[in-house]
């Protein structure tokens, strides 16, 4: 079973940074599309920020657009969230998830292509 963990959630004050990290373990079996979700209280869950299998392309919701960073050193099996200016509305559980590899990363804001998930990490950021 492949497994993931997310790690790096806390309280930070609003623009601040954070870094999240995600660790993948279990049999390599596929190359993976490695994705971030986050729920905030109150919300569906949405769509963050996904990165291909191999380092690219990447790809960012509207609102963390210019602010956030996905990037991935699949030599160490961790995906990584660079988030910086955060601001309060960032405030949510964050979740990381992955895929098998998909042609043009197609489908990648859809939750349900997406076959692991981790427990989710807090990111709390005041005003």
């Known amino acids: 079973q492949v497994q993931l963990v997310e790690s790096g959630g806390g309280l930070v004050q609003a623009g601040g940074s954070q870094r999240l990290s995600c660790n993948v373990s279990?049999?390599?079996?596929?190359?993976?599309?490695m994705g971030w979700f986050r729920q905030a209280p109150g919300k569906e869950r949405e769509f963050v920020a996904v990165i291909g299998s191999s380092g690219g392309p990447t790809f960012y919701t509207d609102s963390v657009k210019g602010r956030f960073t996905i990037s991935r050193d699949n030599a160490a099996n961790t995906v990584y969230l660079q988030m910086n200016s955060l601001k309060p509305e960032d405030t949510a559980v964050y979740y990381c998830?992955?895929?098998?590899?998909?042609?043009?990363?197609?489908?990648?804001?859809?939750?349900?292509?997406?076959?692991?998930w981790g427990q989710g990490t807090q990111v709390t950021v005041s005003s």
């Open positions: 279990g049999r390599t079996v596929t190359r993976f599309d």
């Open positions: 998830a992955a895929r098998n590899e998909r042609g043009y990363m197609s489908f990648f804001r859809s939750q349900r292509s997406y076959d692991y």
